[in-house]
């Protein structure tokens, strides 16, 4: 039995290729209801991040993508779909989604949400821990000062992210809330703990 891990949001990326052609339709991410939907309906499924939601490919534009088989690689990690497309697959009506050429070093970016924009947090402060005295450095400058102060500093923190609460001021609350995360990110450094113990030990809970 073939096993698939699945990410941080419990979804796997998933590569759609027309079986008659060969050619690579789009990439798209699958989570276990929308791949069971698939491989029982015969027409391809997959997880809307943006929506949150399952998403039936073809339902706005008509243009479906038969389900034939599936494939996972040799990771678990990604799945390959092998489909028969009613007609163009990418929604500027082009026949896949690959069509944009990268002829010179591309610009990068990243939406932060989620728990990523914390795991880069942490390793910044992890740099920062293993660096040094570094005079321009708060981080660093925390280190320094021992446990004692950083605990002093997570308490702070906590006491006023919950006062601008009480006070219901949203922005203040976002802003004090930021500020006792990355506290408590410095303290799990200090305290050799890393976020994905956090993430394994609420895993736990939810069973």
Known sequence: MAKIKLDGKGLVPAIAQDVNTGEILMLGYLNPGSLKRTMEG???????RSRSDLWHKGE????YMRFKSAYVDCDGDTILLKVEPDGPICHTGNSNCFFTKIEEF?????EEMGPEVLEDIFSVIQDRKEEGDIPDSYTAQLFDSGIDR?????IEEAGETALASARG????S?????DLL?????????SEISPKDIWSELRARQK
Not at 42 to 48: A, L, M, P, Q
Not at 150 to 154: A, E, L
Not at 169 to 172: D, F, I, L, T
Not at 182 to 189: D, I, K, N, Q, W
């Open 150 to 154: 950083i605990c002093q500093k997570v």
């Open 42 to 48: 015969g027409e391809v499924w997959f997880y809307s």
């Open 106 to 110: 591309p610009e990068f970016y990243r």
């Open 174 to 178: 976002i802003r004090e809330s930021a």
């Open 60 to 63: 706005v534009s008509g243009n």
């Open 169 to 172: 001021n949203r922005e203040e």
């Open 182 to 190: 990355y506290h408590l990110l410095v303290l799990l450094s200090a």
